[in-house]
């Protein structure tokens, strides 16, 4: 048996940087209910006293003032979202946990948080009593149709925003060449320009700009309370280098956010103010991500470089503390379904490096390799790091990633910058906004600073085939859930049956675009993100809120599953049922419904001797591109509420696995409950040529017309050994890059291995596998979800 | 229209030539190498086999066979009588679990070079191509010089991976058509050659100073066997030979695996290497590699350091 590939302790890193990871590896994950107690007093007093705004804001400052501040041993970025590192804070307003939950919390084996009893007591006596049935969530379920909640329980879609806000937000650059104050100048300049005799929305734009500038000074004060401190500690440091450098966090957070950053230390302590405040108002999907941390910091490192503050050594070991701090910030944690469809403690930062810049020229330098080295050598769950790889970036960038790659962590992953800048464009991005944005979370595209682009919720497409063959009904429940498209019984061909699922998937998609219209609404007007709305292009001059179409940019996404499962399952219907005639719809129904029960040989008749989805067989591809076209036709394009649009992504997360475990056996062989195929990759098995022909496939859905899709490949070490193994890798992503491929990500690890770590976790506590679109800890996954990633094909080659 | 009969094309083929490639596998060879890999690739003939494994008994293809020539019982699986079997395949077709599969298609020009096509993106960005193998691809001389000659039209890298044991018109007419070949050099004393291949080795030889001649890259391959041809004199001897010639060749030194024991199974042949041989270790091998070495061969094998960089050759 080989030993473990990745370990806790890495060599090359100082000793700084080794007891920091450590610690952070090994501190366990508590929840920490101060965040609800201090949300909770300033509610009860003070609601409804001031607007919505207002009330936010003012709650975010009252938190501020109060929480418990963390400075640790050794630490040179500070500050934490809880009272210490991977103590996670909850958001009552949200969704409030009952008691029930957060025992169950405490006690699950998987991705566990440890509750104290005393923070289950101040949820029980304070959070509980005032948040019941007042929550977003409260409100929203109470706020949905019937249908809606028919389609919701029946698998056919999730959602979003039932317990965490709009977000999938990503900074710009804007923030390192001027400070808060400097914002706040400009939010009172667009407060005097409000018209107040002639504008209707004048009233709401005050309370948002007024909310805004108190938002801006909570920030301030925090920095401040850390600077104060710092000094303290400073004081009673007997250590003379420590004390010099919490002499010098005082001055950083003196200076920061109020001011602009002076320096690279200054750079990244202001980043880490901004992530800090996004994060703790509200509980945004995707966390906050830095983006093009490389093009924003390159200025102060070379700045640095040149006057002598800065080597590439002591670069590099700030750049590894800021690292750690995104690994102190795990996911909150949440309840029901979609505590299934993902459940990790990983938050979905995911740091872009390369790509072009504003202008269109390479955008890689000396830091993109700098942070691959940093992603290398940290290697901890948070944050996640990709590549954005143009065809102006060297290929020296995209080797030096292979390498990152080939050491199994499933980061960075790799992404097309030309095709990301060519889908915004087409969605109406200026190209230079397209330029400065790039991918966050899996793999959805967005304007970086200057687009709310909230992923919506996930989209069971074969479950619309399920719906579509049981004539409108749900077969697991016996429930009508869809219109009578017809018996399928009676369709005389191919068409019948697709226009029948047409015919669905307009009817669930209606539904849930007409679900998430409502939601949207409810946080534009109820739940104001207003200190990321200081961030984002131009919610200020436009007095409007992120949640409130204030961003230049409004885009709404339905994240599409099963692909894979569908193609195989219509490819297979045609084949057998509709050209060779071996057997008739109607007793493949029946069939189905028995889960292939006494019908083995059929069930391998279907696997195995139909033309599948990721072998390049046009036959098969051309259903995939029909049923795409479908999807496309019918999400991209329609309007939301906040002045945008509904586009198209093809991401699972792990929701695949969920899906599956509502859905009957499917026509591709599949059994009842088994996992759908992931992102745009091939079911898991079906693609029996190897990575050309998976790629060839994949690429012949028309990506550029969505905002993300995800492709997942798995590799064995050998294939990927020496340089030559490196250089077949990085010309396998150009020629999918050539071909508009949009994202590939890589597994690379042995099936025994795998195996190996499922019997014996305590050996394997830091193996990192890719997941979906984020790379997990593969010990804290589920076993069908371990078992699935074992199950997908390894590219073996020759 | 030429058809060739092929065994099997493999995309993503990294270690037969420069960059990403397709191998395509053409059937029948004249060697019975006992370390084979490819057992089914030596008769020129179409062959089954039947995975015991993966049957689910359901008889499908006893029911298909137009000739009786199946059975099967529950305690030794299928059996096949050959005598009867007319090779139409339609067991294999009716087979839903892959248990009983053909091996050996026959195909035209056209429809291998169509495969071929696929992966040309991959080809463009990684200086890859296509390699034929086999079996022994120069056995269908007419066929396999056709595709290097299409493929070529194409603009694509062509190499072939020969045992060097044909007709020397077969393989020099192939040097017109391909930029690289993949030469096996298995044993420099006839006696033994023919004892562990079942052919003289004076052919092979001639016909690479023959094509060292053309100015076509070759790259020597030399499978290094334990108790078979890995002593000392056979590397000093195979060298010697291979530095003399108009231009040295470079050469790759490939390890026993014996990872094909189970493939023998399958096809129901008797095991034609002992059990008990082992894999070359790294060491073993760079000790083959050194009259290599010492006549300035560029000489590699896997796990040695020059399996880093990239090779010279390509």
Redesign the interface.
């Given at each position: 048996m080989n030993p473990p590939t990745q370990t806790a302790e890495t060599p090359a890193i100082t000793e700084r940087i080794a007891r920091l990871r450590q610690q952070s590896f090994e501190a366990p994950v508590t929840l920490s209910s101060e965040r609800a107690v201090l949300i909770t007093e300033y509610y009860a007093k003070h609601h409804a006293k001031d607007s919505i705004p207002v009330t936010r804001a003012k709650a975010l400052a009252y938190l501020y003032r109060h929480k418990t501040l963390y400075i640790g041993d050794g630490e040179l970025i500070v500050g934490e979202r809880g009272p210490k590192p991977k103590a996670v804070p909850t958001y009552p307003e949200l969704t409030c946990h009952t008691a029930e939950d957060l025992r169950i919390l405490n006690q699950r084996p998987m991705t566990r948080y440890l509750v104290d009893d005393a923070d289950i007591e101040a949820y029980e006596q304070k959070v509980i009593p005032f948040w019941q049935g007042r929550t977003m969530r409260d409100r929203i379920f109470a706020g949905l149709s019937a249908e809606w909640n028919d389609a919701y329980e029946a698998g056919v879609f999730t959602e979003f925003m039932e317990q965490r806000a709009p977000g999938h937000t990503t900074l710009d650059g804007k923030f390192y060449d001027k400070g808060l104050n400097s914002f706040k100048r400009d939010i009172q300049q667009a407060l005097d320009a409000i018209d107040f005799v002639a504008d209707p929305e004048a009233s709401a734009k005050r309370e948002e700009l007024s909310a805004m500038l108190i938002a801006c000074d909570a920030v301030i004060d925090f920095a401040r309370r850390h600077a104060e401190l710092a000094e303290q500690l400073a004081e009673e440091c007997d250590n003379n280098a420590r004390r010099g450098e919490l002499e010098r966090i005082a001055e950083v957070c003196r200076r920061v956010p109020a001011e602009p950053p002076r320096d690279f230390h200054e750079a990244l302590q202001m980043y880490w103010f901004m992530h800090l405040g996004t994060i703790t108002e509200l509980n945004g999907w995707d966390a906050m991500n830095p983006g093009h941390l490389d093009r924003h910091l390159i200025g102060f490192y070379e700045q640095g470089l040149a006057d002598g503050s800065l080597t590439r050594e002591s670069a590099k070991e700030l750049l590894s503390c800021f690292w750690i701090k995104f690994n102190n910030h795990p996911a909150p944690p949440k309840v029901g379904v979609t505590a299934e469809e993902s459940g990790t403690y990983n938050d979905f930062t995911n740091i872009n490096l390369g790509g072009l810049l504003a202008d269109g020229r390479d955008g890689v330098n000396e830091l993109s390799y700098l942070m691959l080295e940093v992603m290398d050598e940290v290697h901890l769950l948070q944050p996640q790091g990709n590549i954005q790889l143009s065809r102006k970036n060297p290929d020296s960038f995209l080797k030096a990633a292979c390498r990152v790659i080939r050491n199994g962590y499933g980061y960075p992953s790799v992404f097309n910058a030309d095709g990301v800048v060519e889908q915004m464009v087409r969605c109406g991005k200026t190209i230079e906004d397209a330029r400065a944005g790039g991918t966050s979370g899996c793999v959805e595209t967005g304007a970086f600073g200057k687009e709310a682009y909230v992923l919506t919720g996930y989209f069971n497409t074969p479950k619309v085939l399920e719906v579509t063959l049981n004539n409108g009904v749900d077969p697991r429940t016996g429930k009508r859930i869809g219109p009578a498209t017809g018996d399928p019984a009676t369709f005389d061909t191919f068409d019948d049956l697709f226009a029948a699922f047409e015919k669905q998937l307009k009817h669930f998609v209606e539904i849930k675009v007409a679900g998430n219209q409502f939601i949207e609404q409810m946080y534009a007007k109820s739940m104001p993100a207003v200190f990321l709305s200081v961030l984002i292009d131009d919610c200020i001059q436009k007095g409007r809120d992120y949640n409130d179409g204030g961003p230049r940019y409004n885009t709404s996404f339905i994240q599409c599953v099963g692909i894979g499962t569908i193609t195989d399952s219509l490819s297979a219907i045609k084949t057998h049922v509709y050209e060779n005639g071996a057997i008739a719809l109607g007793e493949l129904v029946d069939a189905l419904g028995n889960d292939f029960a006494d019908h083995e040989p059929l069930r391998l008749t279907l696997a195995n001797k139909t033309p599948r989805y990721g072998n390049d067989l046009d036959e098969a591809d051309a259903i995939m591109q029909r049923v795409f076209d479908a999807l496309h036709a019918e999400i991209d394009g329609r309007p939301n509420t906040r002045g945008g649009k509904y586009h198209v992504d093809m991401l699972p997360t792990t929701c695949h696995i969920y899906f599956g475990s509502v859905l009957g056996a499917s026509a591709d062989g599949r059994k009842a409950s088994e996992p759908v195929s992931e992102g745009i990759s091939p079911v898991q098995g079906a693609d029996r040529h190897g990575p050309t022909a998976v790629v060839n496939s994949a690429a012949k859905m028309d990506q550029l017309r969505t905002c993300g899709t995800l492709l997942n490949m798995k590799f064995l070490p050998s294939v990927l050994a020496g340089e030559d193994g490196i250089t077949h890798l990085a010309s396998l992503v150009r020629a999918y890059f050539r071909m508009d491929g949009h994202h590939m990500q890589f597994n690379v690890c042995d099936a025994n291995t795998l195996r190996d770590a499922q019997s014996h976790p305590e050996r394997y506590r830091h193996l990192i596998v890719r997941v979906a679109g984020y790379s997990d800890y593969f010990c804290d996954l589920s076993v069908e979800l371990q078992n699935e990633i074992i199950a997908r094909t390894a590219q073996e080659s020759v | 229209m030429h058809t060739g009969r092929v065994f099997d094309i493999?995309?993503?083929?990294?270690?037969?030539g420069p960059?990403?490639r397709t191998?395509v596998f053409l059937k029948g060879c004249p060697l019975r190498c006992a370390w084979c890999h490819n057992p089914e690739s030596q008769s020129p003939d179409i062959e089954f086999q039947w995975r015991g494994d993966s049957c689910?008994a359901?008889d499908?293809c006893v029911d298909a066979c137009p000739s009786d020539a199946l059975q099967r019982n529950d305690a030794v699986g299928q059996q096949r009588n050959l005598e009867r079997c007319i090779r139409c395949l339609s067991c294999a077709e009716a087979c839903?679990?892959?248990a009983t599969e053909a091996i050996g298609r026959d195909m035209t020009v056209d429809e291998v070079l169509a495969e071929v096509c696929?992966?040309a993106?991959?080809y463009?960005?990684?200086g890859?191509g296509v390699t034929l193998s086999g079996g022994e691809p120069l056995v269908q001389s007419e066929f396999a010089i056709e595709l290097l000659r299409r493929c070529g039209e194409r603009g694509l890298h062509r190499a072939v991976d020969t045992c060097g044991c044909v007709p020397s018109e077969s393989l020099l007419r192939a040097a017109e058509h391909a930029e690289l070949f993949l030469y096996d050099v298995k044993h420099m004393d006839d006696e033994a050659h023919r004892k562990a291949t079942g052919a003289t080795n004076r052919l092979i030889l001639d016909n690479l100073v023959a094509l060292a001649g053309t100015g076509a890259g070759v790259e020597v391959r030399v499978p290094v066997i334990p108790g078979v041809n890995d002593d000392h004199d056979n590397a000093r001897a195979t060298a010697r030979f291979l530095a003399g010639l108009d231009r040295p060749p470079s050469v790759r030194l490939l390890a026993y695996h014996p990872m094909a024991r189970s493939k023998y199974l399958r096809l129901d042949l008797s095991q034609p290497m002992p059990g008990d041989v082992h894999t070359p270790t790294a060491a073993e091998l760079a000790k083959f590699a050194e009259p290599f070495v010492n006549r300035s061969l560029n000489v590699t094998y896997h796990g040695d350091r020059s399996?880093?960089?990239?090779?010279a050759n390509?």
């Open positions: - | 493999k995309r993503y083929a990294v270690h037969d960059g990403i191998t689910i359901c499908l839903p679990s892959h696929r992966d993106a991959f463009d960005e990684s890859g399996d880093e960089p990239a090779h390509r």
